[in-house]
């Protein structure tokens, strides 16, 4: 039994440093692989896959988060204003997944991950946002508005939020997904931050980072104190997705975005498929 | 007026930005340090997983009450770092995911006191209510006394 533990937990540091990696390389965060992998193919439970998800979260964006906020490249007024929205939702999410069957759960995480898959098929190269957009009145009080150095441009790119009140409402569903199902759901707080509030890719992406961590850090207390993050399964994977998100990160910036969209686009596509599986009653493993 | 306070602002906004930034840094790692530890004591110490952990309680885990090795509460945990016959590696690495678990509020402490040192009091008091959601949601968890 010990022999088949120390294998088990083998396993599940190397199959979350793939899902770290490839998270990192599609910018989908690594939870919302590692939960369909780990229950589909590890059989672990729903909920210790969901807690083991949601810690790993907040080790992957306490170390990305740091280096974004450094670089300047998150903005934290941004970020921490629209935190409001995120942990009150992730709060209400953690409570409903303790309520929701599971069955519920898989459904929603198929349905989560379908659109991943969408939004990834979307996005197609790094572009600036139109500035002629009218100035928004809480951008303007919020202060919702700064300066980035854009590496490949090469140049200083000044941007200011748009639709700060939609992006708030839109920022409270994510937090309800990241809650209920124990992701990081940044696909979701990117799409806010760069197609509603027009905020630059680059910066929607680093400032998305800085809000999972804080958003995941809501849930999970609700995740812990309910036994839900089992040492055993948490540790490796919180390690494993860390290690395989910065080889990831460091990885990606050779790589050929639209490559490696279209080379993950069927992995998001089939584990969609075997979640809403699964949810409907129809195992495959 | 406003450029005024945003200038003022924009220049302390930076220092409560590398703030923030480095008690990420170092809350996440020292966290998965003292985890990682745990882990390898637990595997090294004979009996430890075998007796208290089944692989079963992770695929198929008790309805009513936490797994074993599972810790929900600050006491039980602090219980298991203690010497002797109640040590329990798996607390200390309990320990480690409970310090994760710390270091996005302890970041926003930081990014509180820094926005209060700065004088900007706007994103103080957000910075504030974000902290109050933390706080409450970990103090009230999942609705068990």
């Known amino acids: ?285 | 007026m406003r450029r005024d306070w945003e200038t003022r602002a924009a220049e302390g906004l930076g220092r409560v930005e590398n703030g923030t930034s480095r008690v990420l840094f170092w809350g996440g790692a020292v966290s998965i340090v003292v985890a990682v530890a745990g882990l390898l004591l637990a595997l090294l110490t004979p009996g430890t997983l075998t007796r208290e952990v089944r692989l079963a309680d992770i695929q198929r885990p008790p309805a009513e009450r936490p797994a074993q090795g599972v810790f929900v509460a600050v006491r039980p945990i602090l219980r298991g770092l203690g010497a002797g016959a109640q040590f329990d590696p798996l607390a200390v690495v309990a320990l480690g995911l409970g310090l994760l678990l710390l270091t996005p509020v302890a970041g926003v402490l930081v990014a509180l006191v820094g926005f209060l040192s700065v004088g900007d009091q706007l994103y103080a008091g957000i910075a504030a209510l974000v902290l109050v959601i933390l706080v409450v949601s970990l103090v009230t968890g999942g609705g068990h006394p």
Do not use: C
Not at chain 1, 4 to 9: A, E, H, I, K
Not at chain 1, 68 to 89: D, E, K, P, Q
Not at chain 1, 264 to 275: D, E, H, K
């Open chain 1, 1 to 285: 039994m010990s022999l088949d533990l120390s294998l088990f937990l083998l396993a599940l540091l190397g199959t979350s440093i793939a899902a770290g990696g490839v998270g990192a390389i599609l910018g989908l965060g690594g939870g919302i692989l590692l939960v369909p992998v780990l229950t589909v193919f590890f059989g672990v439970s729903l909920k210790y896959a969901m807690g083991a998800s949601i810690v790993s979260i907040i080790a992957t964006s306490s170390g990305s988060a740091a280096r974004y906020l450094r670089s300047r490249l998150s903005n934290l007024r941004i970020g921490l204003f629209l935190v409001l929205a995120t942990t009150t939702g992730a709060i209400t999410g953690a409570h409903l997944a303790g309520v929701v069957p599971a069955r519920g759960l898989e459904v929603i995480l198929g349905l989560t991950l379908a659109y991943s898959a969408f939004a990834t098929f979307r996005q197609i190269g790094v572009e600036l946002p139109p500035t002629t957009l009218a100035a928004d009145r809480w951008a303007v009080q919020l202060g919702h508005e700064g300066t980035y150095h854009d590496a490949r441009l090469r140049a200083e790119i000044p941007y200011r939020a748009h639709r700060v009140g939609w992006g708030f409402l839109a920022m409270f569903g994510a937090g309800v997904l990241s809650g209920l199902l124990g992701i990081g759901s940044g696909a979701f707080k990117v799409l806010a931050l760069d197609a509603l509030m027009r905020l630059p890719m680059k910066v929607s992406t680093a400032t998305s980072n800085f809000m999972i961590g804080i958003t995941a850090a809501a849930s999970a207390g609700v995740y812990f104190t309910r036994g839900d993050v089992h040492p055993l399964v948490a540790t490796p994977v919180a390690v494993g997705v860390l290690v395989g998100a910065n080889a990831g990160t460091r990885l990606m910036a050779r790589m050929r975005n639209q490559t490696v969209r279209k080379a993950f686009l069927p992995v998001l596509v089939y584990l969609a498929g075997s979640m809403l599986l699964r949810g409907l009653g129809i195992h495959l493993w």
